[in-house]
């Protein structure tokens, strides 16, 4: 079983940023891909950006590209959401899921382990 800790969230101005880190409890972190999603009020959990196991493969929403980075730090067990240019309709509750294969994928099926989530608030 993997843990996963999120963090980051908060209250920002549109246009501002933020960075969402995820903590994970396993020592074969390394061995999982990771995605975020974000699921707003009234609404579906969506997929927002995805990284392979090696760091090497990203995949983002079209909502979200040229605005959100997403990478991984694997001595340190964490990935991190990078948010920029931040937008109202970004307000959402933000979950980072693993899992168990090397590519990350876009769908929810994709993960098996997820977070409790953080809440980004963006005000206009």
Not at 29 to 41: E, H, K, N, T
Not at 47 to 52: D, H, K, P, R, Y
Not at 54 to 71: E, H, L, P, W
Not at 79 to 84: E, G, I, P, R, T
Request: charged share 15%; net charge positive; with cysteine.
């Amino acid at each position: 079983q993997v843990q996963l800790v999120e963090s980051g969230g908060g209250l920002v101005q549109a246009g501002g940023s933020l960075r969402l880190s995820c903590a994970a409890s396993r020592r074969t972190f390394s061995s999982y891909a990771m995605g975020w999603f974000r699921q707003a009020p009234g609404k579906e959990r969506e997929f927002v950006a995805g990284i392979s196991w090696s760091g090497g493969v990203t995949y983002y929403a079209d909502f979200v590209k040229g605005r959100f980075i997403i990478s991984r730090d694997n001595a340190k067990n964490t990935v991190y959401l990078q948010m920029n240019s931040l937008k109202p309709e970004d307000t959402a509750a933000y979950y980072c899921a693993a899992g168990e294969q090397r590519n990350p994928a876009a769908s929810m099926r994709g993960y098996a382990h997820w977070g409790q989530g953080t809440q980004v608030t963006v005000s206009s």
